[in-house]
C-alpha cells in the first residue's frame, strides 16, 4: 500500500513537472513570438523611417540639382551675355577708335588748309608790300625829283604815309586772323612768358615763328632789315633765350 501510494505520488510530480514544463514552454514561446512581432515592428519601422530618409534624401538631391541646373543655366546665360557684351564693346571701341582716326585726319586735313592759307596770305602780303614799296621808293624819287614844289611833294608825302598805314594795318589783321586761328595759344604762352612785348616784337615773333627770314620780314612789316635784327635782338633778350640758342626753334614750339 505504502509503495502504490509513493510510485502514484511519483506520477502526479511527474505529472505536474511536465506540466510546468509544458507551461513555461508554452510561456516561453508566447514570449518569444510577442519578442519577435516586437522585433519585427521595429524593423519595420526602421525600414519606413529609412525609406522616409532616402525619399527625403533623394527629394533633397533632386532639389539639389535643379538648383544647380539653373545656376549652371543663369552663369551660362550670363557669360554669353557677358561675352556679347564684350563684342559690342569691342566693335564700339573699334568704331570709336576709327571715328576718332577720321576725325584726327579731318583735323589734320583742316590744319594743313589753315597752314597753307597762312602760307598764301604771308606770300600775299609779301608781294602787296614789295610792289607798294617799289612805288613809294618811285613816288620818293619823283618827291626829290620835285623838291621845289612844295605843295606838290606835301601831297604825295601824305599819299605815301596813307598807303603804308592802311597797308600795314588792313593786311595785318587779315593775316593774324588767320595766325590765331592755327596757333590758338600762342600769344598767350608768349606774353606769359614776358608780358610786356610790344605790339611790334610780337609781330616779329609770329612771322619767326612761320620760319621767314629777315628780309621777308622786313618786305612785310615794311621796314628795313636793320630794324627787323635789333628786334630779334630785343626780343632774345627778353625772353631769356642764350646766345648758342636759336630764336626761330624756341618761338616754333610754343603754342
Given at each position: 500500500?505504502?509503495?502504490?501510494?509513493?510510485?502514484?505520488?511519483?506520477?502526479?510530480?511527474?505529472?505536474?513537472?511536465?506540466?510546468?514544463?509544458?507551461?513555461?514552454?508554452?510561456?516561453?514561446?508566447?514570449?518569444?513570438?510577442?519578442?519577435?512581432?516586437?522585433?519585427?515592428?521595429?524593423?519595420?519601422?526602421?525600414?519606413?523611417r529609412n525609406i522616409?530618409?532616402?525619399?527625403?534624401?533623394?527629394?533633397?538631391?533632386?532639389?539639389?540639382?535643379?538648383?544647380?541646373?539653373?545656376?549652371?543655366?543663369?552663369?551660362?546665360?550670363?557669360?554669353?551675355?557677358?561675352?556679347?557684351?564684350?563684342?559690342?564693346?569691342?566693335?564700339?571701341?573699334?568704331?570709336?577708335?576709327?571715328?576718332?582716326?577720321?576725325?584726327?585726319?579731318?583735323?589734320?586735313?583742316?590744319?594743313?588748309?589753315?597752314?597753307?592759307?597762312?602760307?598764301?596770305?604771308?606770300?600775299?602780303?609779301?608781294?602787296?608790300?614789295?610792289?607798294?614799296?617799289?612805288?613809294?621808293?618811285?613816288?620818293?624819287?619823283?618827291?626829290?625829283?620835285?623838291?621845289?614844289?612844295?605843295?606838290?611833294?606835301?601831297?604825295?608825302?601824305?599819299?605815301?604815309?596813307?598807303?603804308?598805314?592802311?597797308?600795314?594795318?588792313?593786311?595785318?589783321?587779315?593775316?593774324?586772323?588767320?595766325?590765331?586761328?592755327?596757333?590758338?595759344?600762342?600769344?598767350?604762352?608768349?606774353?606769359?612768358?614776358y608780358p610786356e612785348?610790344?605790339?611790334?616784337?610780337?609781330?616779329?615773333?609770329?612771322?619767326?615763328?612761320?620760319?621767314?627770314?629777315?628780309?621777308?620780314?622786313?618786305?612785310?612789316?615794311?621796314?628795313?632789315?636793320?630794324?627787323?635784327?635789333?628786334?630779334?635782338?630785343?626780343?632774345?633778350?627778353?625772353?631769356g633765350i642764350k646766345?648758342?640758342?636759336?630764336?626761330?626753334?624756341?618761338?616754333?614750339?610754343?603754342?
Amino acid at each position: 500500500m505504502t509503495i502504490c501510494t509513493k510510485s502514484l505520488h511519483d506520477s502526479l510530480a511527474n505529472i505536474n513537472k511536465e506540466r510546468i514544463i509544458r507551461e513555461l514552454e508554452v510561456r516561453f514561446q508566447s514570449e518569444r513570438e510577442k519578442n519577435e512581432i516586437q522585433i519585427l515592428k521595429g524593423l519595420n519601422e526602421l525600414q519606413k523611417r529609412n525609406i522616409q530618409l532616402l525619399y527625403v534624401s533623394l527629394s533633397g538631391s533632386l532639389i539639389i540639382l535643379v538648383l544647380v541646373f539653373i545656376l549652371l543655366s543663369y552663369k551660362t546665360k550670363g557669360l554669353r551675355r557677358q561675352k556679347e557684351l564684350y563684342h559690342s564693346e569691342k566693335r564700339f571701341r573699334k568704331q570709336e577708335a576709327e571715328i576718332r582716326e577720321k576725325e584726327q585726319l579731318l583735323l589734320e586735313g583742316q590744319l594743313e588748309a589753315k597752314k597753307r592759307e597762312l602760307a598764301s596770305k604771308a606770300l600775299e602780303m609779301l608781294r602787296i608790300n614789295e610792289s607798294i614799296g617799289d612805288v613809294i621808293v618811285k613816288l620818293k624819287i619823283f618827291i626829290e625829283d620835285n623838291s621845289d614844289n612844295d605843295k606838290l611833294s606835301r601831297s604825295i608825302r601824305n599819299i605815301v604815309s596813307g598807303l603804308e598805314a592802311q597797308l600795314r594795318n588792313n593786311s595785318w589783321a587779315e593775316f593774324e586772323k588767320v595766325f590765331n586761328n592755327i596757333h590758338v595759344g600762342f600769344y598767350k604762352r608768349i606774353l606769359s612768358i614776358y608780358p610786356e612785348l610790344t605790339s611790334s616784337e610780337l609781330k616779329i615773333a609770329v612771322l619767326l615763328k612761320l620760319n621767314l627770314n629777315t628780309k621777308e620780314i622786313a618786305a612785310i612789316t615794311f621796314k628795313s632789315e636793320a630794324a627787323i635784327k635789333t628786334t630779334r635782338y630785343r626780343l632774345r633778350r627778353k625772353l631769356g633765350i642764350k646766345n648758342d640758342q636759336s630764336l626761330i626753334p624756341y618761338l616754333m614750339q610754343l603754342d
